[in-house]
């Protein structure tokens, strides 16, 4: 009974392709997110969804794009992975200020 | 700019010893300063605070928010080896504004 989930765990691809990674929480929470985390433990915002609708758009390339189909789900799409966008990204929900983090998947472009 | 800084970077100490770590923040649409403890995987919850002056305990750990001085410390007391791992605090209100991590190893 995983609160905040991610698929895959791990993605590993070449430069170039496009990858999407899945987030699913059973928590009953409006709001979700997504955040980046580099190599130096930063953990950045890039969006925020409250009830399928976006709400936090952080300065993030177009390249990503974030589908909410429900409330309970939030995709990241990601076109034309370039090196730079090796990272965790965590996906989080939140019942007011208070954020609950996915497990994170660590996504390696070659 | 919106910024959260933790203080000390990195730390070590022995079990049994008591740490203190730091966190400073400027954040404009500010209500509350959170705390997670991070080892390999996702940030897990500790602490909220958006009240000056309470403390919140739990167990060994305890956290307090100063509002004037914009600030928090997060007291470990009678650490163990499995209180390494990296603390984040984090300010704001729905969109939180995260430090870069106090990485804390307790040798044993």
């Known amino acids: 009974d995983t609160a905040v989930s991610q698929t895959p765990k791990y993605l590993v691809t070449q430069m170039g392709n496009d990858k999407s990674i899945k987030c699913e929480q059973n928590?009953?929470?409006?709001?979700m997110y997504w955040y980046k985390q580099d190599s130096k433990k930063f953990l950045k915002i890039m969006f925020s969804?409250?009830?399928?609708?976006?709400?936090i758009n952080e300065t993030v390339p177009n390249r990503f794009s974030p589908k909410s189909p429900d409330k309970a789900h939030l995709n990241l799409h990601i076109n034309s992975l370039e090196l730079g966008d090796s990272a965790v990204y965590f996906c989080?929900?939140?019942?007011?200020?208070?954020?609950?983090f996915g497990p994170g998947t660590r996504l390696t472009v070659l | 700019e919106d910024k959260v800084v933790q203080s000390p970077l990195s730390l070590v100490v022995h079990e049994g010893d008591t740490v203190t770590l730091n966190c400073s923040y400027e954040?404009?649409?500010?209500?509350?300063l959170l705390w997670y403890k991070q080892e390999k995987k996702a940030p897990t919850f500790l602490f909220m605070l958006?009240?000056?002056?309470i403390e919140k305990k739990s167990g060994r750990l305890s956290s307090i928010l100063d509002k004037k001085e914009l600030f928090s410390i997060l007291n470990i007391t009678a650490t163990q080896t499995g209180d390494s791992a990296v603390y984040l605090c984090?300010?704001?209100?729905?969109?939180?504004?995260f430090g870069q991590g106090t990485r804390l190893t307790i040798n044993p």
């Open positions: 989080a929900s939140s019942w007011g200020d208070t954020q609950y």
């Open positions: 928590l009953g929470h409006d709001t």
């Open positions: 969804y409250n009830n399928k609708e976006l709400i």
């Open positions: 954040v404009t649409n500010f209500r509350s």
């Open positions: 958006t009240s000056s002056g």
């Open positions: 984090a300010g704001g209100a729905q969109k939180l504004v």
